[in-house]
């Protein structure tokens, strides 16, 4: 593979991110929802989310040929996949399924970002189906980096390669052979000139696993890829074809991040998320802005925290304060900045934003702090 292919894709996915949120705020302004099955997506980086917790995604950049997928409440097939690129270089695309954020893109609800110390488990189920007459990877990527960013290349990418079929390979070379989650596979390791890979190729065809993508990154970890104070930041499936791909199907795609892990005295170690939120906010015509604070109302410290809410229709973030926010509107999650990532019990922090809205105004209602509701004050 050539070593661009993942920079494109990621750099290409942007584009994806603003259809979303295009599509997201159409659906709202009509009384639709962006989780319907048996959705067909031939746009470029098309995407939609399905179980209100995950986003499905076309993600074509690596050729001008039609690509088309079907969406159902479970997974995707595509059923269109024309044309074809050297097996020697990237890929035509990666159409996939993710939890965490993609680029600014973040799916509903999630807890990821989440620093590496505080995961305790991440358990994860995916099932595929394969055809014949195409040249492809089954591709399970995980996504970490030292800082909680939801836009932009990561530092290090986890690949498991569920299945390989033709003459394609993972980036970088072989470097031996590894036991993780009590199968056996072949490890390569490279960078692709905008982060680090560390493949994990399957020696035989797996159609279907139940996982804890923890195991894999402990292995980044123990690497030197990765320490436990970087974060997770994206969980994905799906494929990358090279040539055809029609019928190539995610049947079912889970993944779930406990929060909880690290040891005593771990500053990444965090508390329950039980919580207070105060939202007070300026209106004008047409523009807003929010000042948001959170209060850690459990026992324990919160030590990185996402807030996750919907804002109503019409309305969307133009810019914001003290905290990074992955969508400018529908379902939004704030991530902590650097100087505000440790709630005390009983403590606060505070974020802001500035916005434009439509219609008559309403404040979101109802925000959960690392995927646990949170009170109104």
């Known amino acids: 593979m ?35 099955a048996d959705t067909t997506i031939c746009e470029e980086f098309g995407s939609t989310t399905i179980q209100g917790r995950y986003v499905v995604q076309n ?16 997974g ?27 680029y600014t893109n973040c799916s509903p609800g999630t807890n990821l970002p989440a620093r590496l110390s505080s995961i305790a488990s991440a358990p994860s189920g995916i099932s595929y189906s394969y055809v014949s007459g195409a040249v492809y990877d089954a591709a399970y990527d995980i996504w970490l980096d030292p800082t909680p960013r939801t836009d932009g290349v990561n530092r290090t990418e986890i690949m498991i ?55 894999f990154v402990r292995q980044a970890v123990s690497r030197g890829l990765a320490q436990n104070s ?8 799906g494929f990358e074809p090279w040539q055809n791909g029609a019928g190539l199907a995610v049947n079912s795609f889970s993944s779930t991040v406990n929060l909880g892990g690290g040891t005593p005295g771990d500053p990444g170690t965090p508390g329950p998320a039980a919580c207070k939120v105060a939202y007070g906010t300026s209106v004008w015509q047409d523009g807003f ?36 926010v992955s969508s400018s509107t529908g379902a939004v999650t704030a991530t902590n900045a650097a100087h505000n990532a440790s709630i005390a019990p009983g403590g606060q922090v505070s974020f802001g934003f500035q916005g434009t809205y ?9 925000f959960s702090l690392n995927g646990t509701a949170c009170t109104s004050a």
């Open 2 to 36: 050539q070593p661009s292919r993942h920079q494109v894709r990621r750099t290409r996915a942007l584009c994806g991110a603003l259809l979303t949120t295009f599509v997201a705020l159409a659906a709202l302004l009509t009384g639709a929802t962006t989780s319907q």
């Open 59 to 74: 993600n074509r950049w690596g050729t001008s040929a039609t690509q088309c997928i079907s969406v159902t409440n479970s």
């Open 76 to 102: 995707f097939r595509i059923t269109q996949a024309d044309g074809s690129v050297p097996t020697n270089g990237a890929p035509k695309s990666y159409p996939s399924v993710f939890n965490g954020c993609h």
């Open 161 to 215: 390669w569920f299945n390989r079929v033709g003459s394609v390979q993972p980036v970088g070379s072989p470097v031996g052979s590894a036991t993780v989650g009590g199968r056996q596979w072949q490890v390569w390791s490279g960078n692709n000139g905008g982060n680090d890979v560390l493949s994990f190729v399957a020696p035989s065809t797996i159609d279907s696993w139940n996982f804890d993508v923890m195991d």
């Open 230 to 237: 970087w974060y997770l930041t994206s969980i994905q499936a």
């Open 289 to 324: 802005t929010a000042d948001v604070s959170v209060t850690n109302t459990g026992s324990s410290p919160v030590n990185g925290w996402n807030l996750a809410f919907t804002l109503p229709s019409g309305q969307r973030i133009t810019n914001a304060w003290n905290a990074t």
């Open 358 to 366: 439509g219609g008559s105004f309403v404040k979101p209602a109802a």
